[in-house]
Nanobody, 121 residues
Framework: QVRLAESGGGLVQAGGSLRLSCAASRRTFSSNAMGWFRQAPGKERQFVAAISASGDSTFYTDSVKGRFTISRDNAKSTVYLQMNSLNPEDTAVYYC??????????????WGQGTQVTVSS
């Protein structure tokens, strides 16, 4: 059974930073691409960032490029999302996801419960 547990969310002022973590209980973690998604109130879940299994390839949605950084530590089975220069439009529940493949493109079959990020103006 794959379990993903996000942490690090909270309330921050605009311009501030947060670092999200996602701890995975998955034996094949180092062979699985990981992603971060978010869902704001009343909106559909959207892709934020993804990283390949090895960590050598990353991809970001345009609205977070230059502000967010995704990384992973395969020895700790953990993926991170460093979020800088946050603005109120970043307010959402952030979800960690894993897929059965090494590249970040494709369907993400496993999801965490999410962590709330609230950015005040």
């Amino acid at each position: 059974q794959v379990r993903l547990a996000e942490s690090g969310g909270g309330l921050v002022q605009a311009g501030g930073s947060l670092r999200l973590s996602c701890a995975a209980s998955r034996r094949t973690f180092s062979s699985n691409a990981m992603g971060w998604f978010r869902q704001a109130p009343g909106k559909e879940r959207q892709f934020v960032a993804a990283i390949s299994a090895s960590g050598d390839s990353t991809f970001y949605t345009d609205s977070v490029k230059g502000r967010f950084t995704i990384s992973r530590d395969n020895a700790k089975s953990t993926v991170y999302l460093q979020m800088n220069s946050l603005n109120p439009e970043d307010t959402a529940v952030y979800y960690c996801a894993s897929r059965d493949g090494e590249t970040w493109k494709g369907i993400y079959a496993y999801w965490g419960q999410g962590t709330q990020v609230t950015v005040s103006s």
